[in-house]
């Protein structure tokens, strides 16, 4: 008697759920983390918007691994998703601790930027605003950590495909083929017209009989 895989453990919802996590953090970082605003004698332009990507770069990777792995999930062993699960968990943790650094110390996450715009990567009076993007980023790497753990316990009820797997040999009972079925014959037995013609011959032996002068039809 078969049982039916309860829903929240099914690989579809699964995987699916993971991805959005890893995708929605990646989209995060498109968008502007940092408001920075510059002492207005030291540049023309005093407002400078600093990305998710600009500011937190290794949350874009951590969110591409984790978008990776979850996918790679769909298709992996059981020993596999299991080291699938522990990369998703290891991503969710990066993207939460390289966001909490951002949210710590928002000025160095606008070093590189200050730095385009001035020259130098701080100057006296500069001031940074964060937007609510770092701190959902925040709880999204949270939820990717949780979502490697979800995928590790729901994966053991997971089945693995074998629509690849090789099918079976045909046993030594099997009928004979339609040929041998239709003539009553068995297929390795010639019919004597055949036999008395001798081996086939390919091109290559009845030119050489040509080249020689001898008839290429001539069965002996």
Do not use: C
Request: neutral net charge; glycine residues 10%.
């Amino acid at each position: 008697m078969s049982t039916t895989t309860p829903r929240r453990q099914r690989k579809g919802i699964v995987i699916m759920v993971t991805v959005l996590l890893a995708a929605l953090a990646f989209g995060t970082t498109t968008r502007t983390w940092l408001n920075v605003t510059l002492p207005a004698a030291n540049v023309v332009t005093p407002d400078v918007a600093v990305s998710g990507s600009d500011a937190a770069t290794a949350v874009t990777a951590f969110a591409v691994v984790g978008v990776a792995a979850a996918l790679a999930a769909g298709i992996a062993g059981r020993i596999a998703r299991w080291i699938i699960a522990v990369i998703i968990v290891v991503s969710g943790v990066g993207v939460a601790v390289a966001t909490s650094a951002i949210i710590a110390d928002p000025l160095q996450g606008a070093a590189g930027a200050i730095g385009k715009a001035i020259g130098v990567s701080s100057a006296e009076g500069t001031q940074v605003e964060l937007t609510p993007m770092p701190y959902a980023a925040l709880v999204i790497g949270i939820l990717i950590a949780l979502a490697g753990i979800w995928l590790a316990l729901a994966g053991r009820h997971w089945t693995t495909s074998r629509r690849y797997a090789p099918t079976a040999e045909p046993d030594g009972g099997a009928a004979p083929d339609a040929d041998a079925a239709g003539t009553g014959t068995s297929p390795e037995v010639r019919h004597p017209k055949d036999a008395a013609a001798g081996p086939p011959v390919d091109e290559i032996d009845s030119w050489d009989r040509l080249t020689r002068g001898e008839d290429p039809t001539d069965p002996k």
